[in-house]
T-cell receptor, first 116, second 111 residues
């Protein structure tokens, strides 16, 4: 039973560039959430995708955008990269069993992004 | 905004039970208590969650006080591989899908 997978594992970009990170949810899951974890801090919620729509967003600027595909996989895009975007980006998946009910999220290993 | 308070760090001996406390005095009736842990440089791992009753699974036990204002995660026989940051998270049961992580407790298991 495949868990949550993310690619790439590591990435180096320069300021001003754009980056796309990818996530495949755990088998059978239909919901994907993205988190940013700066060094020494807990993960911070970016947004969640369900039925190919963003349905909840954390306190992140519009430079952070996402997409969910019909097969439930997801992408996180960050434009105009800043040095402060350097972090571990985590994807978590869950299964929506009853509308509106929060479900347990399972995390992938993350993508470590370094912005120079 | 984390709704929980945890000690920043704790040590425990290998083979002994590790009891991790968490205060959540403002918890409301429809909010669950979730526990995750994060081993260095890996993604958080789900451990257990509960609403009112005590819960047990293959990883740990969760004891929630009757007034629900605090809880304890118990790792029954700690091993070196249990060294990690442990996060206690309070989360609504409906319509708020995020997990709000605080600073957690850094648990070091010593041989």
């Amino acid at each position: 039973d495949a868990g949550v997978t993310q690619s790439p594992t590591h990435l180096i970009k320069t300021r001003g560039q754009q980056v796309t990170l990818r996530c495949s949810p755990k088998s059978g899951h239909d919901t994907v959430s993205w988190y940013q974890q700066a060094l020494g801090q807990g993960p911070q919620f970016i947004f969640q995708y369900y039925e190919e729509e963003e349905r909840q967003r954390g306190n992140f600027p519009d430079r952070f955008s996402g997409h969910q595909f019909p097969n439930y996989s997801s992408e996180l895009n960050v434009n105009a990269l800043l040095l402060g975007d350097s972090a571990l980006y985590l994807c978590a998946s869950s299964l929506e069993q009853v509308a509106g009910v929060t479900e347990t999220q399972y995390f992938g290993p993350g993508t470590r992004l370094l912005v120079l | 905004d984390a709704k929980t308070t945890q000690p920043p760090s704790m040590d425990c001996a290998e083979g002994r039970a590790a009891n991790l406390p968490c205060n959540h005095s403002t918890i409301s009736g429809n909010e669950y208590v979730y526990w995750y842990r994060q081993i260095h440089s890996q993604g958080p791992q789900y451990i257990i969650h509960g609403l009112k009753n005590n819960e047990t699974n293959e990883m740990a036990s969760l004891i929630i006080t009757e007034d629900r204002k605090s809880s304890t995660l118990i790792l029954p026989h700690a091993t070196l591989r249990d060294t990690a940051v442990y996060y206690c998270i309070v989360r609504p049961s409906r319509n708020d899908y995020k997990l709000s992580f605080g600073a957690g407790t850094t648990v070091t298991v010593r041989a």
